[in-house]
Structure formats: C-alpha cells, structure tokens
C-alpha cells in the first residue's frame, strides 16, 4: 500500500496528460469511487458504508486539482484557494490531502524531476512524520513511501495501452480485491 498510493497519484497526473476526454476520466474515477466504497467500508469496519471514503475519491479530488489548475484565465490565487478546498474534502477520505497535492506536484513538476522528486518526498516525509505523531513507533512502515520514486523513475511519460482489459483492469481489480479481502477476514 505504501508503494501502491503514490503510484496510483502519479498515473492521475499522466492519465490527465493522455486522456482524451477529462469529462469522462472524471465520471469514471467517480462511478468506480461509488462501486468501491461498499467493499472498503465492508474490509474497514464490517458495514456497508462507513468512513474513510476510499482512494479513488481523493485520487479524483487531485485529478479535478490538476484541472482546475492546468485550466487558462484563472488567477493564481482563486487556483490556490480551489485546491485548499479540494484538500479540505480529501480529509475523511483514504490517504486524505495527500492524494490531491501529490498528482497535482506531478504534473506542475513534470518537466523537472528535481521538483517533482523533491515535492514528493517533502510530502512524503511530513506524511510520515504526521504518522509517528498519531501512531508512534507503528507508523514505521510509512517509510516505504520512500520507495515509490525508484520505481515510478522508471516510467517513460508515454501514453500506456489503449487496450480495454489494460484501461478497465485496475478499475475493476480495487473493489474486487476489497470484497475479496473482506470475505477472507477471519
């Protein structure tokens, strides 16, 4: 889950640069963040629905970021101020604001790896930080975020396959693991 997050954040930022419509990568982010939220909430807690909201919802809150940023004519202020708000309704959900500023640093950093690397583990580090205060020791394995940059280094920032089972497998492969995990709780 540590390497699978930042993954996740960073292939937002390049399905907004290859999408060819961000009105339906939007409405699919959100139809599979509906799908998923019965299998997380029944994994989490045992019922239906319950809080966190899962990650596909944080992960569109920081592709609507990315939009809202990226789109001409708005002021840099009104763009700071929508992704305060963007990070406020990321809060009850499954990695939270993180999931909003690390798509959106990598693609405002795209060009430039030293900052977008740097962005990153600056995030990264007061994530985990974050964590120790909450957990203490246990949060430990929050270290491992420290990880994903080695292997996400090795993307090429060309478009993936077009393939439909390649575009719908990850969507479908999130609430199936979930379910699955649940029914094999003890």
């Given at each position: 889950?540590?390497?699978?997050?930042?993954?996740?954040?960073?292939?937002?930022?390049?399905?907004?640069?290859?999408?060819?419509?961000?009105?339906?990568?939007?409405?699919?982010?959100?139809?599979?963040?509906?799908?998923?939220?019965?299998?997380?909430?029944?994994?989490?807690?045992?019922?239906?629905?319950?809080?966190?909201?899962?990650?596909?919802?944080?992960?569109?809150?920081?592709?609507?970021?990315?939009?809202?940023?990226?789109?001409?004519?708005?002021?840099q202020g009104l763009r700071l101020l929508?992704?305060?708000?963007?990070?406020?309704?990321?809060?009850?959900?499954?990695?939270?604001?993180m999931n909003v500023l690390w798509p959106?640093?990598?693609?405002?950093?795209?060009?430039?790896?030293?900052?977008?690397?740097?962005?990153?583990?600056?995030?990264?580090?007061?994530?985990?930080?974050?964590?120790?205060?909450?957990?203490?020791?246990?949060?430990?394995?929050?270290?491992?975020?420290?990880?994903?940059?080695?292997?996400?280094?090795?993307?090429?920032?060309?478009?993936?396959?077009?393939?439909?089972?390649?575009?719908?497998?990850?969507?479908?492969?999130?609430?199936?693991?979930?379910?699955?995990?649940?029914?094999?709780?003890?």
């Amino acid at each position: 889950g540590r390497l699978t997050d930042p993954m996740m954040a960073f292939f937002v930022a390049e399905g907004y640069l290859h999408t060819r419509s961000i009105r339906k990568y939007v409405l699919r982010l959100f139809l599979f963040a509906l799908i998923s939220q019965p299998p997380f909430s029944l994994y989490l807690s045992g019922t239906w629905f319950s809080l966190p909201l899962n990650v596909m919802f944080t992960l569109l809150l920081g592709l609507l970021a990315i939009w809202l940023w990226d789109r001409g004519g708005l002021p840099q202020g009104l763009r700071l101020l929508a992704v305060l708000v963007l990070c406020i309704l990321a809060i009850p959900g499954d990695w939270s604001f993180m999931n909003v500023l690390w798509p959106l640093c990598f693609f405002l950093f795209r060009q430039d790896e030293q900052k977008k690397w740097l962005s990153y583990l600056v995030l990264a580090l007061l994530y985990i930080g974050y964590c120790f205060v909450q957990m203490g020791p246990q949060a430990a394995f929050n270290f491992g975020l420290l990880c994903a940059p080695l292997l996400l280094r090795c993307c090429s920032g060309e478009p993936g396959s077009r393939a439909p089972f390649h575009k719908w497998f990850f969507y479908l492969f999130y609430p199936c693991h979930l379910l699955l995990l649940y029914l094999l709780k003890p």
